[in-house]
Every structure is written in structure tokens, then in C-alpha cells.
């Protein structure tokens, strides 16, 4: 507990920078995106594929066989040795894999429920370059560094400008390589020296599909 936190004070510290890096290790944001069953691959796993990467959702039952006997590491080796199961799992379990160190509420552990000692290893999927991950941290670097990542919030963060739920900003090629007006926005924060959400903002709002819009008849 930090120093001056009691039951009804709260103080502010800083997280272990080995163990926290920006909203996808955010506390809040796990507990968000855990279930009450303490199987919590699948859930982080889909969340970081298709929320941060805009892959496409697999369209199948991707909640898998899950035994709470087996560690994460068993659980994603049981999934890719069976055709039917892998065939989606191999999407996006590395991903959930990589975040086996935080609980349903997002504590660090060392150690799962049983106690056993967690080994979040992952080889990431092709989207990101098959890089190989040891933590949660490598994880959202591996994220924040890939072009897909650029790409999709590049999309999302141009479909919430045009205001107009009628109104999609297509984007009909691979996460890597972003449609013409999200392609826009991505070569405008880059070539601004992009690092921030407000870089990638002050793009999307100087871009020509946000600033020569017409409006609906």
C-alpha cells in the first residue's frame, strides 16, 4: 500500500513501469474487459483484435474449452492443436496470453489462482508481425508501434468525426494498409512527427474528408 493510503484515503503513486504501460494495462480497462469466471484470454484477446487492431469479428463461438485446471499457456496450446478451434483462436488468444499477469481487476500477479507461476510468453499473430512477447508492457508496445494500430484509430477516430451515423469510412484492405481517407489522416500525424491521441486528432480534424464534408440533402 502506498505511503498515507488508508481504507478511506487515497493517495496518488506510481505504478512499476515494468509493469504498466498506458491503457491497455490500465487497472480499469481490465476490469472492463474480464469475466467473473477468471478465464480472461478470450475476452482481452478479442478486445485488443478487433477494438485496437479493427480486425474483423471471427463470427464464431470464440469462448473455446476452457478448463480452470489448465494454466493460460495450456489453454491456448489445447485451442491451436485443435483445427476447428485455431482456426479463429490463433486471432487473438497471444493477445489475451500476454495479459495473463493481471487478475479480473486488474492486479499484477506472478502467480494465478492456484498459484501456479504465469507465463505470459506469446508469439503475436501475423497482424503484428509475429513478434514474440513476454508481458503486458511488451504488449502494448508491440500494439502502439504496428501499423494496424495506427491504421484503425486512424478509421474509428475519422468515422466519430463525420457525426453522421449514416455515413462509414470505408477501409476494404489489410489493417496495414489504411483506405484513402484513413491513409490521409495516418500520413498527416505521421509526417507531423504523430505521438499523442491529440496529434492524432488535430489530423483527422485538418483532414479533406473532415473538412470538405457536404452536408446530408
Partial sequence: ??????????????????????LLTNPGF????????????????LLV???????PNPGADTRGPADPAQTGQQQVA????????????????????ALENYD????????DGMGRQIDAHATLPAALDGDAVASGVELAQAVAASPAFTNCMARVLLQYAMTDPTTTV?????????????????SRYQSAGG?????LVRATA???AFTLRKAAP
Fill in 170 to 186: 470505408e477501409a476494404p484492405l489489410p489493417p496495414q494498409q489504411a483506405g484513402c481517407a484513413t491513409a490521409d489522416v495516418v
Fill in 1 to 22: 500500500m502506498p505511503a498515507g493510503a488508508t481504507a478511506t484515503n487515497f493517495v496518488q503513486t506510481t505504478l512499476p513501469a515494468s509493469q504498466r504501460s498506458g
Fill in 206 to 208: 485538418a483532414s479533406p
Fill in 78 to 97: 489445447m485451442r491451436a492443436a485443435q483445427p476447428a478451434c485455431n482456426s479463429c483462436h490463433a486471432q487473438f488468444d497471444a493477445y489475451g496470453l
Fill in 49 to 55: 483484435d478487433m477494438v485496437l487492431l479493427c480486425m
Fill in 104 to 111: 479480473n481487476i486488474g492486479r499484477f500477479r506472478t502467480t
Fill in 30 to 45: 481490465l476490469t472492463a474487459h474480464a469475466t467473473s469466471s477468471g478465464q480472461n484470454i478470450v475476452a482481452r484477446g
Fill in 195 to 199: 505521438s499523442s491521441f491529440a496529434d
